[in-house]
């Protein structure tokens, strides 16, 4: 399952599975690399239950096995687009993206075709650049906030949720930040429940 991939000039270290259907792809915080979503039993529950995924340290990581860096969103979406590319092919994904890699993901879903996504807390997601392109995100989001969050304040998330198209905010009560990790279960069940609306 672990791997390096090698494309568009980077380096880096993936995490992956390959199956029939919607691949799912995850997309780390800042200070996160691909292997918190094997940590918290997440790539092992899609095993289980034969759902490909791709999870890859990025660019823009901090601890990450990836050669080079860089923290350029355009960079980062592109790397994230020829990863998918390499592993699947033509398929179109869902995309789940934790704090700075929420803020990729948004970016990544206006660019790209996507099939859903799921978002926890996102870093930065009221960018003057970013407000243009939610009205492209037209499927099913949902944004994940833990109310013991220090870092993105919940009335940003609420506005988010009301400027996308299609979305729901789902508050984790006593979860930080990394509200994913406090919460696996959660998360899990928050997941399988968007990747079957999104089949």
């Known amino acids: 399952m672990e791997k390096t991939l090698q494309v568009l000039g980077y380096k880096c270290n993936a995490l992956y599975y390959t199956a029939s259907g919607v691949p799912i792809v995850f997309l780390h915080g800042l200070s996160y690399t691909c292997e918190i ?48 590319k390499s592993v699947f092919g033509s398929a179109v994904p869902v995309v789940v993206g ?31 650049d970013l407000v243009p392109l939610f009205d492209k995100l037209k499927f099913s989001t949902t944004i994940i906030w833990g109310s013991q969050d220090n870092i993105i304040a919940n009335e940003d998330m609420r506005a988010l949720a009301s400027k996308l198209p299609d979305a729901k905010l789902v508050v984790y009560d006593g979860a930080g930040h990394s509200a994913y990790k406090d919460e696996p279960e959660k998360f899990k069940r928050d997941l399988l429940e968007l990747y079957a609306n999104a089949e």
Not at 46 to 52: A, D, V, Y
Not at 98 to 127: D, H, T, W
């Open 37 to 84: 979503w094997q940590q918290i039993g997440v790539t092992d529950l899609l095993m289980k239950k034969r759902i490909p995924f791709l999870a890859v340290d990025m660019p823009y990581g901090l601890k990450g096995v990836c050669q080079p860096k860089t923290r350029d969103p355009e960079k980062n979406i592109a790397y994230a687009n020829e990863a998918v």
């Open 98 to 128: 934790a704090s700075i890699g929420g803020n990729m993901a948004i970016r990544y879903a206006a660019r790209f075709p996507v099939k859903a996504l799921l978002l926890v807390a996102p870093a930065r997601a009221q960018e003057p």
